[in-house]
């Protein structure tokens, strides 16, 4: 079973410029949800999808946004790109069920990892 | 509101020593609680959960947490380290009704040879 993909896993970008970062999930799994990690900050959430549909936004501006196509596949934006952009943005997806087995499992990917100049 | 708290941005232990990592939590209702880690350049992975079940779990690679209600705390221990443990372990708790998981701020694991 192939785990979760993200592109690209590098890249760099210039301060102003937006960015769209793509994550396609296990197979199967609805529930997509987004973090940024950073050195200083830890691991921050941003927001998760569910069939489409954003569930949980963390505490982030509104530069940031995010949506979930119909075959699960995830994309998040970063519009007016700031120096403390910079991170590690981590990509996770999920069966969305609390029962059981899948009680809170959530499938990571190597992540992409920006660079603001 | 809950929170999670790891003592210890970076713990030290010679190969083959004692790890104990440890966590605590803050919440109101009883919680999930969870170990993820992540190795260098690689996304986290699960490496245990504590459901409601047995409060003493084991997880992958020979390391367990204990749940103490009493002392909110979840910590992790490995009995003998390897090198192959280095990385950064991350403690996280979720106990309300949409699920959403609260990470500590992780610590990263190193061992001396």
């Given at each position: 079973k192939a785990g979760v993909t993200q592109t690209p896993r590098y890249l760099i970008k210039t301060r102003g410029q937006q960015v769209t970062l793509s994550c396609s999930p296990i197979s199967g799994h609805r529930s997509v949800s987004w973090y940024q990690q950073t050195p200083g900050q830890g691991l921050q959430f941003l927001f998760e999808y569910f069939s489409e549909t954003q569930r949980n936004k963390g505490n982030?501006?509104?530069?940031f946004s995010g949506r979930q196509f119909s075959n699960s596949r995830s994309e998040m934006n970063v519009s007016t790109?700031?120096?403390?952009?910079s991170a590690l943005y981590l990509c996770a997806s999920s069966l969305?069920?609390?029962?059981?087995?899948?009680?809170g499992e959530l499938f990571f990917g190597e992540g992409s990892r920006l660079t603001v100049l | 509101a809950q929170s999670v708290t790891q003592l210890g941005s970076h713990v030290s232990v010679s190969e083959g020593a004692l790890v104990l990592l440890r966590c605590n939590y803050s919440s109101s209702v009883p919680p999930y609680l969870f170990w993820y880690v992540q190795y260098p350049n690689q996304g986290l992975q699960l490496l245990l959960k504590y459901?409601?079940?047995?409060t003493l779990v084991k997880g992958i690679n020979g390391f367990e947490a204990e749940f103490k209600k009493s002392e909110t705390s979840f910590h992790l221990t490995k009995p003998s380290a390897h090198m192959s443990d280095a990385a950064e372990y991350f403690c996280a708790v979720s106990a309300n009704s949409n699920y959403q998981l609260i990470w500590g701020a992780g610590t990263k694991l190193i061992i001396k040879p």
């Open positions: 982030f501006p509104g530069r790109l700031e120096l403390g952009d969305s069920l609390w029962t059981g087995e899948n009680t | 459901t409601s079940a047995a």
